[in-house]
């Protein structure tokens, strides 16, 4: 079965500074979710990508996947006190989205942004 | 706001009971997810529908039963309770039986005492 590794587990940053949080896959990635969770909002969806090689950016926020599909890292640029959360990447195993949702998920990092 | 509403939001019930969480899919979503996510196994995927039909099944416990209505929103139901079931609860919904982007809800904690 397929296993995520994130890391940091846990980061701790102050405002303006920029991070990376990466996600590394024991199998190859066909597509890699980020999402955010605060509590009492559950899992915000940030980002999906699927194509080796693959990047999007969202506000300050960008992931990339590399090209053998087996990494993924999320970069936040002049982090802010907005981005502190729980970031969790998921993972379908099967190339086409045949898995019907059956994400694999990391552990998570804790993401803590002083003022 | 995902648009996929949970309700209980919070539930404390005693072991041996029996508990349902409900899901309302966000509009025109076919396809409703399940998963947990407890201190020590992380967010685990329990189940899938697809339109009312079970589509994919992952480590949901035999004493765990789900279904998706007609109306699409779908029921988790949760009995002989056990400390152990203790979690939050998530409903993600998407709208093809493909993986696409999947939206979840705001979860339901569950608390067994």
């Known amino acids: 079965s397929q296993e995520l590794e994130q890391s940091p587990q846990s980061l701790i940053v102050q405002e303006g500074k920029n991070l990376t949080i990466n996600c590394t896959s024991s199998k190859t990635l066909y597509g890699l979710y980020w999402y955010k969770q605060k509590y009492g909002e559950g899992l915000i969806f940030l980002m999906m990508?699927?194509?080796?090689?693959e990047e999007k950016s969202h506000e300050k926020i960008t992931a990339k996947l590399d090209e053998k599909k087996q990494q993924s890292s999320l970069h936040i640029t002049a982090s802010q006190p907005s981005h502190a959360g729980i970031y969790l990447c998921?993972?379908?195993?099967?190339?086409?989205?045949?898995?019907?949702?059956?994400?694999?998920f990391g552990q998570g990092t804790i993401l803590t942004v002083h003022p | 706001d995902s648009g996929v509403t949970q309700t209980p939001k919070h539930l404390i019930t005693a072991t041996g009971q029996r508990v349902t969480l409900r899901c309302s899919p966000r509009?025109?979503?076919?396809?409703v997810y399940w998963y947990q996510q407890s201190l020590d196994q992380g967010l685990q995927f329990l189940i899938q529908y697809y339109n009312g039909e079970e589509r994919a099944k992952g480590n949901i416990l035999e004493r765990f039963s789900a279904q998706q209505f007609p109306d699409l929103h779908s029921e988790l139901n949760l009995s002989s309770l056990e400390l152990g079931d203790s979690a939050l609860y998530f409903c993600?919904?998407?709208?093809?039986?493909?993986?696409?982007?999947?939206?979840f809800g705001e979860g339901s904690w569950l608390t067994v005492v």
């Open positions: 998921g993972a379908d195993p099967n190339a086409g989205g045949t898995s019907y949702g059956k994400l694999t």
């Open positions: 993600a919904s998407s709208a093809l039986d493909l993986s696409n982007t999947i939206y």
């Open positions: 509009s025109g979503d076919l396809s």
């Open positions: 990508l699927q194509k080796g090689g």
